[in-house]
């Protein structure tokens, strides 16, 4: 028997979805399809087509209300909008349309189980007489792509495949962190050139990394004259981070002269060095290793002076005298004495 057919509307999906005014006046939107109810299973229907259907994509309208009078076009349709319960879409496909006796199965697909990387998925076909059938759906697959996270100055990082699809993991190696940044040279002599001192990074195995690859080195301005600077290596590509270093660039010495014996002193001449230097630092002792009680210094804060009286010193006896210059720097806002190599020594006995 038919399933109180003024109760359920066939409209085609398109326009029944669509807001376009122009469509509410289309007349082709029915489809003379009815649902019958299946002797073989009580409870369940199956689609009926007759004369004049074809193929498409339509939308069974189940209203709460039976509808009276003619409905023509789309817009007699979407007025009664507020009675439908349900709303079930329906694709009809071309083949011949039979008798009830011989229903042609129409099946509707849904994916039952989605296919995974490694599992197979399954799609399940339904027709409206309740009939069933399933097709496999293939794994997907693992979907690889390369997550790197850089070693750092205390931890290590690593390179491995991962599955952008379930975070599933392959070849994973280690990148190990940084453990050693020295430079060639900490402590250099003004010569009147720029200095820049080389750097070897190193791992926590011992690797040395590659320069421009796997970090790149800058220095500080003006690493000619005098003065403390900074080298900054910063790391890239497998590593990240950065270390900072220190140089010492000092004045260059000068050589002591003539030592001329004076009563209880002696009097000290020396060739002036008076390129970024501040002054000279003069040091005498009574013994050679420049220790003890009786090692003094004195401060000359001119640099184009060239000899030096040393008064108030113990009669008749031998003292041993070297020099060194020193120059003044800022360093983080603080004045700093930087000083050359002492001068070999030469030793002067003090007259009475």
């Not at 309740?130 to 979907?143: D, P, Q, R």
């Not at 990148?175 to 060639?184: A, G, K, P, Q, R």
């Not at 060239?306 to 008064?311: I, P, R």
Request: hydrophobic share 30%; proline share 3%.
């Amino acid at each position: 028997m038919l399933y109180e057919i003024d109760y359920v509307i066939r409209i085609r999906t398109d326009y029944w979805q669509s807001e376009e005014t122009d469509i509410l006046e289309k007349t082709d939107w029915y489809q003379p399809v009815s649902l019958m109810s299946s002797a073989e299973n009580p409870g369940r229907y199956y689609l009926q087509a007759f004369d004049g259907a074809f193929p498409g994509d339509y939308t069974f309208l189940f209203c709460s209300n039976y509808f009276e009078g003619d409905l023509v076009t789309v817009a007699d349709v979407k007025a009664l909008k507020d009675t439908v319960l349900v709303e079930q879409r329906v694709i009809f496909y071309d083949q011949d349309i039979q008798d009830p006796e011989g229903h042609k199965h129409v099946y509707q697909q849904s994916v039952t189980k989605q296919a995974t990387c490694t599992e197979k998925g399954i799609r399940t076909f339904t027709c409206s007489c309740g009939k069933t059938y399933t097709e496999e759906i293939s794994a997907v697959g693992h979907k690889y792509v390369e997550r790197r996270i850089p070693a750092t100055l205390k931890q290590d990082g690593y390179v491995q495949q991962v599955c952008s699809v379930c975070s599933a993991s392959k070849n994973k190696s280690v990148i190990y962190h940084v453990n050693d940044v020295t430079l060639e040279k900490a402590d250099f002599i003004f010569n009147g050139k720029v200095l820049t001192p080389s750097v070897t990074v190193k791992d926590s195995k011992g690797s040395r990394l590659s320069a421009g690859r796997d970090y790149v080195v800058s220095y500080a301005p003006g690493t000619k004259n005098p003065g403390v600077y900074t080298v900054t290596v910063t790391l890239k590509g497998n590593y990240s981070g950065s270390v900072a270093k220190t140089f010492t660039i000092r004045p260059k010495g000068c050589s002591l002269g003539k030592l001329t014996a004076k009563s209880k002193g002696f009097q000290a001449a020396w060739k002036k060095q008076s390129s970024q230097t501040s002054g000279y630092q003069i040091q005498y002792c009574m013994t050679k290793s420049f220790k003890g009680k009786s090692a003094k210094t004195v401060d000359i804060k001119k640099n184009t002076l060239v000899k030096k009286k040393v008064a108030k010193l113990k009669a008749k006896k031998k003292y041993y005298v070297r020099i060194r210059t020193y120059k003044i720097v800022k360093v983080n806002g603080k004045d700093l004495k930087l000083y050359s190599d002492w001068s070999k020594w030469k030793s002067v006995r003090t007259k009475k």
